[in-house]
């Protein structure tokens, strides 16, 4: 296989997005950039008419995360997966809510839904982390940008420099994005959800029982970090509210997360998937000659 033909590998080991993408404080964020993806009227109507997010939300959620956890910690199979998810969306078509005929493969809309996680992640650090130094952003952009290589998107079709990437932002948020059904059904509080149907029997059992009860507050929940961890202009651009108050609790919420996340084991901290790639990333550098 010669270098042009060469699967792209995913970012490097012991880079930002190692450290971030698999780090469990991050699924707070995750909805944040879900929305913001579905703002978009043609994502929003391929999410509208093709997802199962309505009738299987825990499976859809499983498989989007353990999507995103193979793009950085998967290996070579990073590109098999950035293949298996272009397959899937070859089918998606239709005609959005502007009247506008669209396809999930579309350079800018498939871009679009990549783009959204670089300024979440960025945002989303501010409260639940330590804010990232100019070099970490520029690192974390370059890593991002490596990880669509690994989904397929060209490298024409995203901003080549963070500089560029904010006024690509900008103009999307000004042009394109909006509120549309599936926004309204993502922050929504009534909106009936089913009692989760993964993990030990004894649990779902429980939750099941418990789910009258349990949901309204979750749901409560759910809303209030989408639109937390959101930044700033894309909740505007979409039109969601935000108080004072809001952003008061927010902060609060990050600070607890600060403090007792970091004392947690790893394997309380990542993801079974980053936990697994990091622990064998050590064992390798462990016995790696030592340099002369």
């Given amino acids: 296989m010669s270098r042009r033909d060469a699967a792209p590998a995913p970012p490097p080991p012991g880079g930002v997005l190692w450290s971030l993408a698999g780090d469990a404080r991050m699924l707070l964020a995750l909805p944040a950039a879900l929305t913001m993806q579905v703002a978009h009227p043609a994502v929003g109507a391929g999410v509208d008419e093709h997802s199962v997010f309505r009738t299987d939300p825990w499976g859809r959620g499983e498989r989007s995360l353990r999507s995103l956890q193979l793009w950085v910690y998967g290996g070579e199979r990073a590109a098999q997966e950035g293949h298996r998810l272009r397959e899937l969306h070859k089918a998606i078509q239709g005609t959005d809510a502007t009247g506008r005929r669209y396809h999930a493969l579309t350079p800018a809309y498939y871009a679009w839904v990549h783009a959204t996680g670089y300024p979440v992640y ?146 309380l901290r990542y993801l079974p998937m980053a936990r697994r790639a990091r622990a064998e990333y050590r064992r390798s550098a462990a016995r790696r000659p030592a340099p002369r």
């Fill in 122 to 267: 960025a945002h989303a650090q501010q409260y639940i982390g330590r804010p990232f130094t100019d070099a970490q952003h520029r690192k974390l952009y370059a890593e991002w940008l490596q990880v669509g290589r690994v989904l397929g998107i060209n490298d024409r079709d995203m901003p080549g420099t963070i500089e560029e990437f904010w006024a690509y932002y900008r103009k999307i948020l000004a042009d394109e994005i909006g509120t549309n059904a599936v926004v309204e059904e993502l922050v929504a509080t009534d909106r009936p959800v089913p009692p989760p149907d993964r993990g030990p029997l004894p649990l779902r059992l429980l939750l099941r029982a418990l789910w009258p009860v349990l949901l309204p507050p979750l749901a409560r929940f759910r809303r209030f970090v989408t639109i937390g961890f959101m930044p700033p202009e894309a909740r505007e651009a979409i039109g969601l509210d935000w108080t004072d108050e809001q952003e008061r609790s927010l902060r609060r919420l990050g600070r607890v997360v600060r403090v007792v996340v970091p004392l947690l084991p790893e394997r």
